[in-house]
T-cell receptor, first 111, second 115 residues
Framework: RKEVEQDPGPFNVPEGATVAFNCTYS??????FFWYRQDCRKEPKLLMSVYSSGNEDGRFTAQLNRASQYISLLIRDSKLSDSATYLC????????????FGTGTRLKVLA | DAGITQSPRYKITETGRQVTLMCHQT?????MFWYRQDLGHGLRLIYY???????DKGEVPDGYVVSRSKTENFPLTLESATRSQTSVYFC??????????????FGPGTRLTVL
């Protein structure tokens, strides 16, 4: 089993739709969680950190479920510019260098 | 400009040659990382460095060498390139590891092809 697993997609959704991605992780000691966005042939960029209480940034909402060991990303009112690959990233205990990246979920927002 | 840069951006080399990929950051971040990204895999850590003159292996270090004589530079050397090292290489940096969270900032990547 991979340490971080994501549905590779692609998710093809129309503009304005709501779409959700899940990511599961295997190490229950993991402490930090992130969603990164990666455009084609570009570097990953932080979309948002994921906090225990859940957090929202505009149209994006991230949730963490420690009991079931998954994090989610919800995108509301999808825009064409949201088309990208979304990477789930999990970091272990405080002080560790180890960031584990999922393989990414590809989103295509269609006009 | 401030930030993290990588050079070259594209490199084609032949099997058996030595190749060095450069990474430079202007934030004075303590930690720097080298990843490779291949289809079907997430980013995989090759080496990381906690500070100047401190480096350690990641998940896939075989065939690679790193050094960090200055905080801002973290070169990655392929001692004798193999076709399996054809990949996109990303350098990243972040500040102190003492905080539980922490964003990594990535360079633009180097696309390496080994023929």
């Amino acid at each position: 089993r991979k340490e971080v697993e994501q549905d590779p997609g692609p998710f093809n959704v129309p503009e304005g739709a709501t779409v959700a991605f899940n990511c599961t992780y295997s190490n229950s000691a993991s402490q930090s969680f992130f969603w990164y966005r990666q455009d084609c042939r570009k570097e990953p960029k932080l979309l948002m950190s994921v906090y225990s209480s859940g957090n929202e940034d505009g149209r994006f909402t991230a949730q963490l479920n420690r009991a079931s060991q998954y994090i989610s990303l919800l995108i509301r009112d999808s825009k064409l510019s949201d088309s990208a690959t979304y990477l789930c990233v999990v970091k272990g205990t405080s002080g560790t260098y180890k960031y584990i990246f999922g393989t990414g979920t590809r989103l295509k927002v269609l006009a | 400009d401030a930030g993290i840069t990588q050079s070259p951006r594209y490199k084609i080399t032949e099997t058996g040659r030595q190749v060095t990929l450069m990474c430079h950051q202007t934030w004075s971040h303590s930690y720097m990382f080298w990843y490779r990204q291949d289809l079907g895999h997430g980013l995989r850590l090759i080496y990381y460095s906690a500070a100047a003159d401190i480096t350690d292996k990641g998940e896939v270090p075989d065939g690679y060498v790193v050094s960090r004589s200055k905080t801002e530079n973290f070169p990655l050397t392929l001692e004798s390139a193999t076709r399996s090292q054809t990949s996109v290489y990303f350098c990243a940096s972040r500040d102190s590891m003492r905080l539980a969270g922490g964003e990594q900032f990535f360079g633009p990547g180097t696309r390496l092809t080994v023929l």
